[in-house]
């Protein structure tokens, strides 16, 4: 698919002591909401991904809203759509541990619908603030664009209509220091104009090429912010993976809003969190002075159904940002082995495998490993083995399983092996099975790389088992 069309076209050990709110820089937990073991997280936590099990938002648009409270705006994704859906929800958090969902905030069909002129499905959006109410600004997939308001940051948002003059994807809006507001959006060539008072319509000629695909690798996803008297313009590029592909979010600076804008590198790359990866979109956001960036992930093997991700960030003195890396931990820093680790959180995956969902009648849905064949592998990353000593490994298959094992190694697909899990044979006798091993004893902080094997070599290029949980214990046997 070329990312010309719409195509859904986000770290590192050094970034772990930034999170005021939850972590001091001493390691300790200072949040009194989790549950602490030798002054870590191992309950309460935040994780990557950031998206409740089951619900699939992408394209992560966060703000601070004037009550203090984080909210994000995105697309939603579900099945039977290429990408999106006809409606949104809101993701908002007073901690940015646990996320609330307000479901169908707008809609462009059935239950919820504010637009008397479309049905088209929506495309990334963003919301702000301004004199009392929230400007939600969407895009169709027909290319239109449009703004809903309300009273609330939670929506729901009404009296969608078109903003007259602009096609295109991805809106951006910005507030400036000066009170004036400016619109950002396109695709392969990123456009902006100055917004009218009333936030409806825009005032003036459109400036266009602030980016083009050629010099700066822009593809869509606009997203702009100030930070110290510079306009950091973030955006999904193509100049890593191939044209068809822009996994990038890239960032460009200027020191007016509207440009020049000069193309400075890479924030987030998510190549390599999933099959069939075409695209990132995010922004950066500061949050009680700390500066992060959200991003997505794709997952079910497709180049959708993606789930929003946060990573803190740092600024050089320049402005520059260092580029960051995926991680499970996200803004929460490293995390306990005693922590019972969801599968689906692998950030880098390798072969086949990929995050799926169950969704159970009467029952809530689970998210999960599949797809599992022999030299596949996933990593989570980080762990601090010198906050607990462990000894024991245990993990939860779901559904059937062939004969096989789960190599437990440290930093890379052939580190220093840790264990060695048995996971028997089953054919549905019973929905699920607990597997364990001992490990060897393990210190200092370190990704987690789980390698999985066929027994038998009749087995190798067959699906061999579905991961839903892991943990270590310190078990005495």
């Avoid at 936030?199 to 083009?212: C, N």
Wanted: charge should be negative; include cysteine; proline fraction near 5%.
């Amino acid at each position: 698919m070329k990312t010309i069309r719409k195509s859904y076209l986000f770290g590192a050990i050094g970034g772990l002591c930034m999170l005021p709110v939850f972590m001091a820089c001493n390691g300790k937990a200072t949040d009194a909401q989790s549950e602490k073991q030798e002054g870590i997280w191992t309950e309460a936590r935040p994780m990557n991904p950031i998206v409740p099990e089951g619900v699939y938002i992408a394209d992560p648009e966060v703000r601070q809203m004037p009550d203090g409270r984080i909210y994000l705006y995105g697309s939603r994704d579900e099945p039977g759509n290429a990408w999106c859906s006809r409606s949104y929800n809101v993701l908002s958090t007073s901690d940015l541990v646990h996320w609330d969902v307000e479901q169908t905030s707008f809609a462009t069909q059935g239950l919820g619908k504010q637009t008397d002129y479309t049905e088209e499905i929506l495309y990334a959006p963003d919301c702000i603030y301004r004199d009392g109410l929230y400007y939600l600004y969407y895009c169709l997939a027909d290319g239109g664009e449009g703004v809903a308001v309300s009273a609330s940051p939670y929506g729901p948002f009404k009296d969608g209509a078109a903003i007259k003059g602009i096609t295109g994807i991805d809106p951006s809006i910005f507030i400036d220091d000066d009170g004036q507001a400016y619109l950002f959006w396109g695709q392969a060539y990123a456009k902006g104009a100055k917004l009218s008072k009333d936030m409806r319509s825009i005032e003036g000629g459109i400036r266009d090429s602030l980016l083009t695909y050629e010099e700066h690798a822009f593809n869509e996803a606009s997203s702009v912010r100030k930070r110290n008297g510079i306009y950091y313009y973030v955006y999904g590029g193509h100049q890593r993976h191939g044209e068809s592909n822009c996994a990038t979010l890239n960032y460009a600076t200027a020191t007016s809003p509207l440009g020049p804008y000069t193309f400075r590198g890479v924030i987030i790359d998510n190549w390599g969190s999933g099959r069939n990866l075409v695209n990132n979109h995010g922004c950066i956001v500061e949050i009680n002075g700390q500066w992060y960036v959200a991003y997505h992930r794709p997952t079910h093997a497709s180049s959708t159904m993606r789930k929003a991700c946060l990573e803190p960030i740092t600024f050089n003195e320049d402005g520059t940002i260092q580029e960051v890396e995926m991680t499970t931990q996200g803004i929460g820093g490293p995390i306990s082995p005693l922590y019972r680790m969801e599968a689906f959180r692998a950030c880098l995956l390798s072969g086949n495998v990929y995050p799926t969902v169950r969704r159970p009648l009467h029952d809530i849905p689970v998210e999960y490993l599949t797809g599992i064949q022999d030299g596949d592998y996933a990593y989570w990353k980080y762990y601090d083995f010198d906050q607990a000593s462990v000894n024991h490994f245990i993990c939860k298959t779901w559904d059937k399983n062939l004969d096989a094992t789960i190599e437990i190694r440290l930093d890379t697909p052939d580190g220093e092996l840790l264990g060695v899990c048995d996971v028997k044979p089953m054919d549905g006798e019973t929905a699920y099975a607990i597997h364990e091993t001992k490990v060897q004893p393990v210190k200092g902080i370190h990704a987690l790389v789980l390698v999985f094997r066929a027994k038998n070599a009749a087995d190798k290029g067959k699906d061999l088992l579905n991961l839903e949980w892991f943990s270590f214990t310190s078990a005495n046997q």
